[in-house]
């Protein structure tokens, strides 16, 4: 059996991340596979361009190697990895011809330098590498400078929360953009946020009275967490942050999901438990509707579960005031402690990121297809969702909570909330799950599973 050497090399790599590297050496070892060769070792050049002519360690040490007799097969993934220069290529021709060195590339197969013919074949792929290497650098640089200008904001209208110039926070509208966020993430309606907005005359940067698709692009846009999007792709930019990028990805999670209800019901406003409580047989959401003459919460997807309005409103707001009455009730206020949970992911999500932009710069730079980068990104996109999901900024309970628990009177202080904050109020305590309940006549509070969130 013959044993072969491997040689690999990264070249436009100009952040060093090998992955290129990695990706030859896999090949290589799956061309060996195919031939029934075994790999003795792989030789690694990596962020050296043979072009500009420097020093190659692992290179020379494979030529000292093949000279010395030491490897007698060699695999690499193209010849463009082996010499780039016509020099170089005579040097190894000389080398092959001389101690009868088997060549196998995995793009252009064996290179038999043996023969006439074959080191013709050779020449004529050198030329061919040289000039895809000047070429290659003309596309990097065009690509690094488009890069770089991504990073920078374009011209146009002065967006809220910035100054004119795109770059500086304009910080009593950074403030309102940090409320609207942090109240979004509590649950509560971003029609009630807007409505609360244009009741302060907290106006628009054109200094018009907010509506729902301003407001929603404005609050869902990248620029308050520091990123410019650019083709669909995220690039970190060159202006701070007014708020973090996980806020800002829960938010969007928020506010893109369909599931969300946005119309408020009759009367203009949403009932206390639609969309909070659901059906404990299939796991859709409850939603008023009338029968027989009485309003009730029923399954939205197949009526299986069904309890009046009115009674289980009654049922569910008892037992809130009930757990905010408590002596403990203020233990309610403090933070979630994830045990570090949330940094982890945020950290993990980050590093996720990180691996799709890098896999983007090596399609940038030619090292992987379009295909290949589709293939990384469908792999890692649900991830990152996922994570991102975890690393979501848990709800303020304090400023949720604090004002009912902190009063004298539970009772009061509940029935003296907006409809909204109510509705985050229960969320942020409870999920309720509603079982089928027994057959006759009356409310069966039975039935009715309330899991406390802490
Ligand atoms: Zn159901």
């Not at 895809?132 to 991504?150: M, P």
């Not at 302060?200 to 200094?207: C, F, K, L």
């Not at 692009?217 to 967490?225: E, F, I, Q, V």
């Not at 991830?383 to 009772?411: K, N, T």
Request: with cysteine; glycine share 10%; charged share 30%.
């Amino acid at each position: 059996m013959i044993s072969a050497a491997i040689y690999v090399r990264i070249s436009s790599d100009p952040r060093g991340e090998g992955l290129g590297v990695a990706r030859q050496e896999a090949d290589c070892r799956a061309l060996a596979a195919r031939l029934g060769w075994t790999v003795g070792g792989v030789y690694a050049d990596n962020d050296i361009s043979a072009y500009r002519g420097k020093v190659r360690p692992a290179y020379e040490r494979l030529l000292a190697d093949i000279g010395a007799g030491r490897v007698r097969a060699l695999l690499a993934w193209h010849t463009d990895r082996l010499h780039r220069s016509p020099r170089e290529l005579e040097r190894f021709v000389d080398l092959a011809e001389r101690t009868g060195l088997q060549v196998q590339t995995v793009q252009a197969g064996k290179l038999d330098l043996a023969t006439a013919s074959g080191r013709m074949v050779a020449r004529m792929l050198g030329a061919a590498a040289r000039y895809e290497s000047e070429h290659k650098a003309d596309r990097i640089r065009s690509k690094l400078a488009e890069v770089a200008s991504a990073g920078r904001p374009h011209g146009g209208h002065r967006p809220y929360g910035w100054e004119p110039n795109r770059m500086t926070i304009r910080e009593d509208e950074a403030a309102v953009i940090r409320e609207a966020c942090g109240r979004v993430l509590n649950g509560e309606p971003i029609r009630a946020i807007i409505r609360d907005l244009n009741g302060r005359e907290v106006r628009s940067a054109t200094g018009l009275a907010w509506t729902h698709p301003t407001f929603r692009k404005m609050l869902m846009h990248g620029r308050h967490a520091g990123l410019r999007e650019h083709n669909g792709r995220e690039i970190p930019a060159a202006w701070p942050a007014i708020v973090p990028v996980e806020t800002l990805r829960a938010v969007r999670r928020v506010l893109d999901d369909p599931g969300r209800v946005t119309t408020p019901g009759r009367g203009g406003r949403l009932h206390l438990l639609s969309g909070i409580a659901v059906c404990a047989v299939c796991g859709a959401s409850l939603r008023v509707n009338q029968s027989k003459g009485m309003e009730a919460y029923r399954c939205k997807a197949s009526g299986c579960v069904s309890r009046r309005r009115d009674r289980m409103e009654e049922f569910i707001t008892d037992v809130v005031i009930a757990r905010l009455s408590r002596s403990d009730a203020a233990d309610l206020l403090a933070p979630e402690d994830d045990g570090g949970a949330r940094a982890q992911a945020a950290a993990d999500a980050e590093r996720v990121r990180q691996r799709m932009d890098e896999a983007a710069d090596s399609f940038a730079a030619g090292a992987i297809t379009g295909r290949q980068l589709e293939t990384i990104t469908a792999r890692l996109r649900p991830q990152l969702a996922a994570l991102e999901e975890a690393a979501a900024p848990p709800p303020d309970r304090a400023s949720v909570l604090g004002d009912v628990v902190g009063s004298g009177d539970v009772a009061a202080a509940w029935a003296a909330l907006t409809p909204d904050v109510r509705r985050m109020v229960v969320r942020l305590l409870m999920e309720i799950r509603v079982h089928r309940g027994r057959r006759g006549p009356g409310f069966k509070s039975e039935g009715i599973e309330v899991v406390w969130r802490r």
